[in-house]
Antibody, heavy 119, light 108 residues
Framework: QLQMQESGPGLVKPSETLSLTCTVS??????????WGWIRQPPGKGLEWIGS???????YYNPSLESRVTISVDTFKNQFSLKLNSVTAADTAVYYC???????????WGHGTLVTVSS | SYVLTQPPSVSVAPGETARITCEGN??????VHWYQQKPGQAPVLVIY???DRPSGIPERFSGSKSGNTAPLTISRAEAGDEADYYC???????????FGGGTKLTVL
């Protein structure tokens, strides 16, 4: 059964870089036709797609975050990672990783990790 | 950018049918998916490709499209269906996934 697990610091200072990793277990991240995505949810608010990556490294991002986001993949470790630079308090959120299917649905999701931006 | 609009809240009596709408311009040309999120938990896919159910999702959950609306229908509502529900589509013109604002379903 495919499982996703986010990991990374829970506290990041303003203006610094948020870095998270998603470890995929139960299937290969190199499986054709799947992308791997990051989605976030500020406390008490809705879901926002951040971006997605293919096992080849090809990636695409939410235009509103594109200037600050990099998503990369490590097929050997079966992981993909998120970097968001120049963070502010508005980037405080629960960050989820998820598999993105061919119809652009997301399933399954990781449990999520809360990242707080504060000095 | 593309916008999906959902009502903030919907209430339904136990055993009755709940209908949660998702509206968007020309939504008929888009593929819509639905997620259920219970408090403190990650979202769970309940409908994909407009009307398909993943394994393990009860038949009480159904999706459809009509005009500029893509409703999620929950038949014979149960207390365990209380959750936030989000619709999602892909906007090919901007190359991004778009989520609706979410609807809080209350079963009372």
């Amino acid at each position: 059964q495919l499982q996703m697990q986010e990991s990374g610091p829970g506290l990041v200072k303003p203006s610094e870089t948020l870095s998270l990793t998603c470890t995929v277990s139960g299937d290969s991240i190199s499986r054709i036709s799947y992308y791997w995505g990051w989605i976030r949810q500020p406390p008490g608010k809705g879901l926002e797609w951040i971006g997605s990556v293919y096992y080849s490294g090809s990636s695409y991002y939410n235009p509103s975050l594109e200037s600050r986001v990099t998503i990369s993949v490590d097929t050997f470790k079966n992981q993909f990672s998120l970097k968001l630079n120049s963070v502010t308090a508005a980037d405080t959120a629960v960050y989820y990783c998820a598999r993105q299917g061919s119809g652009n649905w997301f399933d399954p999701w990781g449990h999520g990790t809360l990242v707080t931006v504060s000095s | 950018s593309y916008v999906l609009t959902q009502p903030p809240s919907v209430s339904v009596a136990p055993g009755e049918t709940a209908r949660i709408t998702c509206e968007g311009n020309n939504i008929g040309s888009k593929i819509v998916h639905w997620y259920q999120q219970k408090p403190g938990q990650a979202p769970v896919l309940v409908i994909y490709y407009n009307s398909d159910r993943p394994s393990g999702i009860p038949e009480r959950f159904s999706g459809s499209k009509s005009g500029n609306t893509a409703p999620l229908t929950i038949s014979r509502a149960e207390a365990g269906d209380e959750a936030d529900y989000y619709c999602q589509a892909w906007d090919s013109s901007s190359g991004q996934a778009v989520f609706g604002g979410g609807t809080k379903l209350t079963v009372l």
